[in-house]
């Protein structure tokens, strides 16, 4: 008998999104606790992009070993792709709110190398997980499958932070330049904008 190539894509998928789990799991509590103490905006804002990062994955891998239980229900789909679009935007007001302050407070962070560290180690996992979550999502049919995309596009956004949360804690390293940090949480906002808008309408899987 022939394999399904739509369920070999769903087991892959909920591979990638155990994989995904695990990793934020340590990345938000690395980021998190790091950027608080360093009072950097950027790598507290990465710590909590990599929380929702734990959240979205949760979602996904819950959906995918459940779609074979059941008809599928796009409008719990549509649910799903719309409260990952909402985390985007929680992510984006905070990183404005926090930036604003900073700047009109001119609040100056701590190095931190262990935000460092957890940044540039998520410039080669992060990339990987998103190429790997987008090349299964268009191997799976139907909304499950724009879920899937949604969740790759999280992931993306996520590597894009950690670009930004580098440069941000390397800039002030190494320059001084204390305005880098919330700058760095103002460029992910764009792209925290985009990537809700596209989720909340379900248009992820068209890119």
Known sequence: MTADPTMGAAQAAVRLEAATIAWNTIEAAVAVVSGLLAGSVVLTGFGLDSGIEVVSAVLVLHRLRTAGHGEANEARERRALRAIGVTFFALAVYLTADGVHSLLTTSRPDTSPAGIAISAAALVVMPVLARSKRATGRRIDGPLGALVLADAAETRLCALLAVATLGGLL??????????????????VYFALREGLEAWRGELCDD
């Open 171 to 188: 800039a002030y390293d190494l320059a001084g330049w204390w305005w880098a940090d919330p700058a760095a949480g103002f460029v992910v």
